[in-house]
């Protein structure tokens, strides 16, 4: 058309370079401004979402990181939980130890421990079974070897406070201070003798019942047997575990031996005749009183019968052997009765004889080998003689402490472990952890809590009555500071996985981030290089560009 403008070839040539240029001075100048070669899917579709995708890959890496690090903290709070925990363990076993030592230096203490509170009680005689004016024995025997007894009278407005205080001035008026009564600060009554000696309580005819023994929380002491309205609630107290005899002899002044006959006649050391023999037909009842129920291990005498049978008897009942065990001392002539059970609450020996004979009782000395506490049996109705009830104590006051201060180790245990929780996942009480190592969840670890309660590690209430509770106890200390140890050594090397795999994931994180940075960041170095030789060849075009127009400008000088 007549109006274009029409351009040389040379100068065209030189114009589409200078926009050639001018391009790539854009592109690098954006390059440099942003530090990328690739700012979009338009600069290089294949680098832009093979970049973005190991971007992805490891912005979700860094959110499991966060995740692994509550795990670490979780473990850490576990792992500080279990440091105490072994302390209280160690503790508890320490405490055990001592009772043990304990135990082995004393021979207990023969006492008697009530169960009820009755701290807030006025007036004892508004309990069941106890009435103004209802009376109460204890016997026991003094260092001159007498054998003595206080009455104790229960009035109208008593507390517990006040009868505890009549036991313990009746014998420091009236004895040497043999028998004393406290009140625990559960508000119990507690009757103890000094220097172990034996002690028997009884009602009296007119007195209290058993029924007001079971008020006064003491009762369980005695046997729970049904009675006639002439048989009196009476039981001996004896310390330790073993009620032992008096020594027996025959009237040849030898000692008898377990397998002598049981209806032979035998004396005590003075000549004194304990009884006279039994008659076949005869029977003992060894009744076991375990808090629960009465066990019972029957046996009748034959002609043959000897103390052995009668031993052998009551070890081999199913009913009872687990409970307590019999022996005879053929070299002392003594027969004893042992509890090996804490359960035990006393052991009654009861006598059905075939000619009812109320004088033909085992009234041996039972745990008073002295013989002076025993009573004479009472024939009821149905011909049974009852004997000397026993209960046993080998604790001391010491020892009650030390049972104390262990049931307060098994408290607080409790309390560290519900502290040593994070977050709500608490692995000392059987919570799991499980921590993510990848983003499709595929790869994780559990960390398996365990209950580390005190019943969970097995610790039971102490009572460090006998040894044998005092052994179970150790064992079961032992057994608890074990386990603490395992899991304290699992939770270390879980916690070693754990921060194996978050070094790992943040070099991976390292690794996706820098290939996708190889894949879009810009070399300044080489973008800079770029600029200046792009702007140095468009200086140069520019020139070009002058050099081509001058021809045509040459034409105009001739006009």
Known sequence: MSSDVVLTAALRNNLLSLQSTQNLIDKT??????????????????????????????????????????????????????????????????????????LASSTGEARLVGDVDLS??????????????????????????????????????DSINTLAAKITNGFADNQAGEISATVTADGFLEISSANARTFRIQDSATGITLAGFQALGIGDAFEDEVRDAT???????????????????????DTVEAGDLLTGTYINGDGTTIFGGFAAGDVFNVNVDDGSATQNATFTVAATSTFQDLVDAINQDDDVNTLISANFDSATGTFSITSISDAVDNVEIALTDTTFVASLVFDIGLGDPSGLLDSPGTTTSDGDILDTVIAFNSSTESL??????????????DALVNDAQYRGVNLLKGDNLTTFFNEDNTSSLVTNGQNFTANGLGLNEATFRTSSAIELTATQSRSALSDVRSFGSSLANN??????????????????????????????????????????????????LSLASQSQQAVLRLF
Do not use: H, M, W
């Open 495 to 544: 916690l070693s996985i754990i921060q194996t795999r978050q070094t790992f994931t943040e070099s991976i994180i390292n690794t996706l981030k820098a290939g996708a940075d190889d894949l879009t960041v810009a070399d300044q170095n080489e973008e800079g290089a770029n600029l200046l030789a792009l702007q140095t060849r468009q200086t140069l075009g520019v020139t070009s």
């Open 29 to 102: 100048q954006l390059r440099l401004a942003t530090g990328l070669k690739i700012n979009s899917a338009l600069d290089g579709p294949s680098s832009f979402f093979a970049a973005q995708n190991l971007d992805n890959r490891a912005s979700d890496l860094s959110r499991l990181l966060d995740g692994v690090g509550q795990s670490i903290r979780t473990i850490e709070a576990a792992d500080n939980g279990i440091t105490a925990l072994t302390n209280l363990v160690e503790q508890s076993q320490s405490i055990a130890g001592s009772a043990r030592d304990e």
């Open 231 to 253: 048989t009196l609630a009476a039981t001996t107290i004896v310390a330790g575990n073993t009620a032992t005899s008096v020594a027996l002899f025959e009237g040849s002044g």
């Open 120 to 157: 807030d009680v006025d007036d004892l005689a508004t309990l069941t079974g106890i009435a103004d004016g209802d009376t109460f024995t204890i016997s026991t025997i003094n260092d001159a070897g007498v054998s003595i007894t206080e009455t104790i009278t229960i009035n109208t407005n």
């Open 400 to 413: 009650d402490d030390l049972a104390a201060d262990y049931n307060r180790v098994r408290e607080q245990i």
